[in-house]
């Protein structure tokens, strides 16, 4: 028989009566013979209504107690589509993360997964129960006390539920009907993915394509776990397609590009004039580092005397202050004539598995930018993806330039 | 070291600001050297929230899930309270049901209290740590099921807690600063009493007197539990006093006349002219137990002729309509003239441990009410209290005769 997770976001579940919606995709699976198990956020709008209150108590909470306050909304939503299914005429029973359990380690607030007890969960199939689990909550063994795994966290929920029990799928029922090339609010052309292979999506994940949490595409990836991001706006009866994240082997037709992702929240800083000699990126990056300041693309070009060099690299939106402030202060250390910075850029990224095997992806890139009149600031490339840095006004003009340069635009309509 | 269990109902915790305040009373009983264990209900409006999205779901709905549901609000509640704690130098941490473990039966809501061990949160008193308990829900064992004790049920777990940790009082805090000689709003010459024994108690809360859940007042009684009610609104610097509800013995002088309460959650029925032999009180008074309606006056008199009687009793207003019912099904196996009903009674109780040591108490309230007018329907009378069913309409007037009658008007102010 073949078995399946559920997972089902805030959206999907924002009121009673999204919740009786998702009940009827949980009916039509049971129907067709699967043994499921639900994986369910809280309606939207309660964690931030339940983070506030934290927020309000006290401004720097404790994380133990925020995670005991925050994890609760997920119970409601578990409870709620359990009374549902049973209404409905379903065998159905709704576990809290302790119950299952899933254990974490106690990194409150932004727990990982040590193991997970599929047996209850497993044997109630045999009683044909519905599992509806409360995603984003687990326990910490030792102390007893309830984590969470960060925002988004229902999803690697379900991903490692889906592990446990031996599913053979992980339905992601979300706000969108899958994965696309690119933003459909920015690139009109966008088309949705059949098919994606987890480490393409991986760098489309954290290259700000909102879909999915990071954390459940590793997961996903390492226990070969094939996830499916589906709309549960569809008719429950007659469900249309979604996207496939799985292993290469599983997509037979390998684009070479096969999506266009953009991050706005970049941040860059240029070092002017600094003494080029070694260790002197390490005196600029090791004091970023042990901040806790990602640093991401870095560029070094040989300034106009020889003795000296001009860096450039970026950090997040957010880190920007705080990384120009430890620079300055350590600007005798470094030994630099100007730090200049600049928040108006964007990192636009090209993605695809094929890039591995074909060369100058990114060279044709760089020639139909430049055609267009955009400026590279600074560029990074891996295996399977590359990324410019340009100013922020060309976004829409970059990434639909690349869209369509790698043939990733749908064909026109009629 | 005294032991203090302090409980804050759902007004008292209502917003993150009141939830401060409350942690201010507990700072007052912490900084007086006290080991302090805190339950809490949901902010107000929370459970009937969730308890009418449990109505949303499903007309009938699973009572195992709607315990794993309600029982979310006090997480919240617990948890911002640890936080604002910890905020203000103070060692707390939050207890779910689950986590001390509060076990009780599996009738979901509203389980039994099975045990509770006390061990852990005695542990954390010896690290100065304050114990901040979600009230109201349990764990059922063999299940390893969320339970909730029924509305109200947060006073019980409190007394339930005092009672394993070995607490000297459990304080109730609420919006009101203490237990009345009758209701102020119809009794403008009500006084706040110091005193009253869990006896008195007793009935004052199961006759209307909504102070306290009535369970957590046996809890109490049968476990030597000292109760103190008082108000959440004092001035946690300089608080006032409340009404200690404590044993017999620990109160000096007895009034004779505790309080007045009142019922309108009464309906009549009375059976005109039922053949007066063996058998027929179980004919009527049977099918009505075995419909679970809760019968509680009742008076027989003969009528006109003397083979038949007539027989008055009274239901709870809710089950009026299911009580006639139940009769007019049967009239002919009981075998009675005519079925006759009123809803606008009301009940009239004066309760006082001192009416077991004085006589004639009940006879002078008859002769009072007789003067003024007032026609008695019924009455009962238990070793400490009596009570008489009277029109709805002449509900103050009984209410502030008999307050007047036994002494208790407050002395006129100035």
């Given at each position: 028989m073949s078995r399946l997770v559920m997972k089902f976001g805030g959206t999907s579940v924002a009121n009673v009566e999204r919740i009786r919606n998702a009940a009827r995709h949980v009916k039509r699976e049971v129907e067709a013979g699967r043994e499921v198990a639900v994986v369910v956020s809280a309606m939207s709008g309660v964690t931030?209504?339940?983070?506030?209150?934290?927020?309000?108590?006290?401004?720097?909470?404790?994380?133990?107690?925020?995670?005991?306050?925050?994890?609760?909304?997920?119970?409601?939503t578990a409870g709620l589509l359990a009374i549902v299914l049973k209404e409905m005429g379903f065998n159905a029973r709704s576990w809290q993360g302790w119950q299952i359990p899933l254990l974490t380690d106690d990194a409150h607030g932004a727990a990982r997964i040590a193991g997970i007890d599929g047996a209850k969960i497993i044997s109630g199939f045999a009683d044909k129960q519905i599992a509806v689990i409360a995603g984003f909550q687990g326990l910490h063994a030792a102390t007893g006390r309830v984590t969470t795994l960060g925002r988004g966290g229902s999803d690697t929920s379900a991903v490692a539920i889906a592990a446990a029990i031996g599913a053979d799928r992980c339905d992601i029922y979300t706000d969108v009907d899958g994965v696309y090339t690119s933003d459909p609010r920015i690139v009109h052309k966008a088309r949705r993915l059949e098919r994606v292979t987890f480490e393409e999506m991986l760098e489309m994940a954290s290259l700000g394509a909102k879909v999915l949490q990071v954390r459940s595409v590793e997961v996903a990836m390492v226990h070969k776990v094939k996830l499916f991001v589906r709309s549960s706006f569809d008719d429950p009866a007659k469900p249309n397609s979604g996207t496939l994240i799985c292993d290469e082997e599983d997509i037979v037709e390998q684009q070479v590009v096969t999506g266009i992702a953009f991050s706005r929240d970049e941040a860059q800083l240029t070092l002017r004039r600094v003494a080029d000699k070694p260790g002197v990126a390490a005196a600029i990056f090791m004091p970023l580092a042990e901040a806790n300041i990602n640093v991401d693309m870095i560029i070094q070009v040989v300034s106009d005397d020889t003795t000296t060099t001009d860096i450039t690299f970026t950090v997040p939106t957010a880190e920007f202050a705080r990384a120009k402030a430890i620079l300055e202060d350590r600007r005798g250390a470094i030994g630099y004539a100007t730090l200049q910075g600049a928040q108006d850029v964007v990192k636009v990224s090209a993605i695809g598995i094929g890039m591995r095997s074909h060369s100058g992806v990114a060279a044709k890139a760089f020639k139909a930018l430049a055609d267009k009149g955009v400026n590279i600031r600074a560029i990074t490339t891996s295996e399977i993806k590359f990324s410019?840095?340009?100013?922020?006004?060309?976004t829409e003009l970059a990434v639909r330039t690349l869209h369509s340069l790698y043939g990733l635009d749908a064909a026109p309509v009629g």
């Open positions: 931030n209504e339940l983070v506030a209150f934290c927020q309000e108590a006290a401004p720097i909470y404790d994380h133990s107690e925020y995670d005991a306050i925050v994890a609760s909304g997920e119970l409601v410019v840095l340009i100013d922020e006004a060309y």
